[in-house]
């Protein structure tokens, strides 16, 4: 009986296919799109939308082009489809245009149904629902010999669960046919037989698109309401430039006629989540709220996959950008080896006495850090820690999660299917990105106090234990695996109440350390400040204070950077030339702040009282030594004293070449390189100077790149030496870009800049354009009389190219006037017999001869 009632409902079926083949009379065109959802204010996408509308017009096989647009929740995949669906039907390029709603599989079955309605199919009212069904799919596929009976399918906010569904019910052929399909995951365009070049990922818009479309938003409702670009894009950003959250701010500033710099200051205060959870009534999006739209997620991963939302509130608290899934493994591992728990975690059983032991280990460890090996921890805060709550069962599920690959595995996947992460599969990792209202909502809206509290520290400490595995963080070989990690560091350090995380606390001078390795100084400034608030005693951290005066050094604050040295120093000590221990390490740096600041004869005074005295062996091995070779050696070269000064120089470089860890292409290393080239330019060994400052300049670019202050002063040498060789074009070519790209990434008054400023100036003077080279010169003397004073060598040798442009234009008085100061300032500070003190007497002679 069954087969004969099959039999009979195929071949009625295929009758009907024949029959609306040969006829369209009693077709009318439909258009079932919910119109209420399309926004009259819709703009942009419009590549997006001509990308779909090639797609559906190219010619292709019998069977219906399935494309798929994916990308996370808010993005505008509905308002981009609605669009679409819309304009193509008044373009008549479709007869027909279903509308589908597949958020459950409910919904979607009675979408595919509801078509026999629209297009009164007499099988419409028949009793069982799975004929009506293949009845939908049978009409959907017919028709393929007539192209007045275009369709169109659309398929609004697919999920996974709906794939088996799809793929038994959408129709298999049938080139007339074309179906548009959104989703938040690409699982599902993956899953349906899709091409690679039929799916579209829509992409967070730029930040002037999102502001273009928040001041459409604003203008219809208040046309006269003034709005600042820069505001609009300030605000745009303080929303992650999400298309929902966008449109959510602008009707927020509609309704409330709040000017934008008022509702400004409220997203960037603790007022952000009610602005977030404001009700929008008049939205086009299904949510009439952003916290809506995230508060659905939550809720489902909680009764669904509640493991996956436990490794979604630990992932907020990284840097959302990339966040890689190899670094918290290795460093929970890390952190329980520290912990030494050394049973294995059970990972389907309940909670027991073994993970107890593991967080009332994780809590002695993070007392340990916090007061030192006789720490203790009171009774009530360790009872408080060790009892069973909620918040003790999500630190155990995502222990857990992260140490078993598949649980991993289907928690990230989990989390991608909801939109809430994109995973970033490369050659040997796999990392993870989160957008920044991700990021904010899972913290502000999903998590209490206590648990934000424990995920704060929790998170601290797997990351941290992460970095210690790095060993020698400040060498070029580890900095691609620390540029993984700290900036995860760095996110939990900028949270609120991160400064009584004692693994962050520890943390801070071991960035200040990498940071300055990296050349990266106002950075490293930062962080060591930072660690010498936190520590009881400046003196008892000298390695605190010298790489602090470094980097201040490195950004021309020299007055600064004594400051901070001799605030490690007795007075005592610097006077009677007193220093051993920890002094000997401060004062080593002294040296270079002097040489810095032009004070040429105190640095080799203070070289000489730290070096070993005659008769002792020098250990080339020891930093504070050739620091203090390196740093003499400069002070020598500035005296002209170029014997000494490149014995000393020659006799660090050979060390650090040689020294274990260091080599060749080491930073260390290469500032040698840089200083010997500098020092054999002086001297007229032209073509030594041109290999060293090539090696530096190659060095450099590796490790730190082409625009870094560091490789810049390498450039600005071998302009220099170009310069004195009359290679004038060339030397222009690189001042020119050191130019350039110092204005890029430093202030105007960096000693970086105003070197480059120097060398332009005076190749300009070469070349005879003598009014721009005034205008350059006079630049760069107010700029070195402001940071180094009037009486530093750098000081002095600018106004000596001044006073020259004055003379070879004829403005002699200003010309004499500039030379005599530049005399007096050389006799102060380099001596009578300098050969720049000689030089200087020597010009000055021309206006004696004239008098």
């Known amino acids: 009986m069954f087969r004969h009632d099959a039999r009979l409902f195929f071949s009625q079926a295929r009758n009907i296919s024949a029959s609306l083949s040969d006829s369209t009379e009693s077709y009318p065109r439909i258009n079932d799109i919910p119109q209420c959802l399309l926004s009259d204010r819709f703009t942009g996408r419009s590549e997006e939308l001509d990308i779909i509308a090639r797609t559906h017009q190219t010619p292709h096989s019998d069977r219906p082009i399935i494309f798929v647009i994916y990308g996370m929740s808010g993005l505008g995949k509905t308002?981009?489809?609605?669009?679409?669906?819309?304009?193509?039907?008044?373009?008549?390029?479709?007869?027909?245009?279903?509308?589908?709603?597949?958020?459950?599989t409910a919904k979607l079955h009675q979408g595919f149904i509801n078509i026999l309605n629209l297009i009164n199919h007499p099988d419409r009212y028949h009793s069982d629902e799975n004929v009506r069904l293949t009845m939908t799919r049978l009409w959907l596929e017919s028709h393929s010999r007539n192209p007045s009976l275009r369709w169109l399918l659309v398929i609004d906010n697919a999920s996974t669960s709906s794939?088996?569904?799809?793929?038994?019910?959408?129709?298999?052929?049938?080139?007339?046919?074309?179906?548009?399909?959104?989703?938040q995951s690409d699982v599902v365009a993956k899953a349906l037989p899709a091409s690679s070049d039929h799916t579209l990922q829509l992409t967070i818009p730029t930040t002037q698109e999102a502001a273009t479309m928040f001041i459409q938003e604003v203008q219809r409702a208040l046309p006269q309401m003034p709005l600042s670009q820069s505001e609009t894009e300030d605000l745009v950003m303080c929303v992650g430039r999400l298309p929902l959250a966008v449109t959510h701010a602008a009707s927020f500033m509609a309704a409330s006629?709040?000017?934008?710099?008022?509702?400004?200051?409220?997203?960037?205060?603790?007022?952000?989540?009610?602005?977030?959870?404001?009700?929008?009534?008049?939205?086009t999006y299904e949510e009439k709220s952003v916290a809506t739209a995230f508060k659905r997620k939550f809720e489902f991963l909680d009764q669904h996959?509640?493991?996956?939302?436990?490794?979604?509130?630990?992932?907020?608290?990284?840097?959302?950008?990339?966040i890689p899934t190899d670094v918290i493994i290795d460093g929970l591992k890390a952190l329980k080896a520290s912990t030494c728990l050394t049973k294995k975690v059970e990972t389907d059983l309940p909670l027991t006495t073994n993970k107890r032991n593991f967080r009332n280990r994780v809590m002695r460890y993070i007392s340990f850090q916090r007061h030192g090996s006789n720490g203790s921890i009171k009774p009530e805060e360790m009872a408080k820690f060790t009892r069973t709550t909620a918040v003790d069962r999500m630190v155990d599920s995502i222990s857990e999660t992260i140490l078993s690959p598949i649980r991993l595995q289907e928690a990230l996947a989990e989390l991608q299917d909801q939109s809430l992460i994109t995973r970033i599969q490369s050659s040997a990792t796999l990392e993870v990105q989160m957008h920044d209202l991700v990021k904010f909502m899972v913290q502000e809206m999903d998590m209490i106090l206590e648990s934000r509290t424990t995920m704060l520290n929790f998170a601290s400490c797997i990351v941290c234990n992460a970095f210690r595995l790095v060993p020698d963080r400040t060498s070029p070989e580890a900095w691609p695996k620390c540029e993984r990690i700290v900036p995860h560091i760095v996110s939990l350090k900028n949270m609120t109440h991160s400064g009584t995380v004692p693994e962050l606390k520890w943390a801070t001078a071991e960035l200040a350390e990498y940071f300055r390795s990296r050349g990266l100084y106002s950075e490293a400034e930062s962080y060591y400040k930072e660690a010498l608030d936190q520590s009881l005693s400046a003196s008892s951290h000298p390695e605190f204070l010298c790489g602090l005066a470094d980097a201040l050094v490195k950004q021309g604050q020299y007055d600064e950077a004594e400051k901070v040295c001799t605030q490690g120093l007795h007075g005592?000590?610097?006077?009677?030339?007193?220093?051993?221990?920890?002094?000997?390490?401060?004062?080593?740096?002294?040296?270079?702040?002097?040489?810095?600041?032009?004070?040429y004869a105190e640095a080799i005074k203070l070289g000489e009282w730290i070096l070993p005295k005659p008769g002792r062996t020098v250990d080339p091995a020891l930093s504070d030594t050739l620091q203090t070779m390196h740093n003499m050696g400069l002070a020598y070269g500035h005296q002209a004293q170029y014997d000494k000064a490149e014995e000393f120089l020659t006799q660090v470089l050979s060390s650090n070449e040689r020294r274990e860890g260091y080599g060749p292409n080491h930073p260390e290393t290469l500032r040698s390189v840089n200083a010997l080239a500098n020092l054999y330019d002086r001297k007229g060994q032209h073509e030594e100077a041109a290999k060293l400052y090539m090696r530096a300049i190659e060095g450099r670019e590796k490790l730190f790149g082409a625009d870094h202050s560091q490789t810049l002063k390498s450039v600005c040498g071998l302009a220099n030496l170009w310069m004195r060789k009359g290679l004038l074009g060339e030397a222009k070519e690189l001042y020119l870009r050191a130019l350039e790209t110092s204005k890029t990434h430093q202030s105007c008054d960096n000693p970086d800049l105003l070197r480059a400023v120097h060398g332009l100036a005076a190749v300009l003077s070469f070349q005879g354009n003598y009014d721009e080279s005034v205008i350059q010169y006079e630049r760069v003397v107010a700029g070195r009389m402001a940071i180094l004073g009037a009486e530093h060598a750098d000081t002095l040798r600018s106004m000596e190219g001044l006073a020259i442009?004055?003379?070879?234009?004829?403005?002699?008085?200003?010309?004499?006037?500039?030379f005599e100061k530049v005399l007096t300032g050389r006799r102060k500070c380099l001596g009578e017999n300098h050969p720049e003190t000689l030089k200087t007497k020597e010009d000055l002679s021309y206006f004696q001869q004239m008098d």
């Open 79 to 104: 308002q981009l489809a609605l669009k679409y669906a819309d304009v193509a039907f008044r373009k008549k390029e479709y007869s027909f245009v279903f509308w589908l709603q597949a958020s459950s």
């Open 163 to 183: 794939i088996p569904f799809l793929r038994e019910n959408l129709p298999r052929n049938n080139a007339l046919g074309s179906i548009l399909l959104t989703t």
């Open 257 to 283: 006629q709040m000017t934008l710099s008022d509702i400004l200051g409220m997203y960037r205060s603790d007022q952000k989540l009610q602005l977030l959870t404001w009700d929008n009534k008049l939205s």
């Open 305 to 322: 996959s509640l493991h996956a939302g436990n490794l979604l509130r630990l992932m907020s608290f990284f840097d959302p950008e990339r």
């Open 572 to 599: 005592n000590d610097l006077a009677n030339g007193n220093i051993s221990g920890h002094s000997v390490t401060i004062a080593a740096q002294l040296v270079n702040v002097y040489d810095k600041q032009g004070r």
């Open 805 to 818: 442009v004055y003379l070879f234009t004829r403005k002699l008085p200003k010309a004499r006037e500039l």
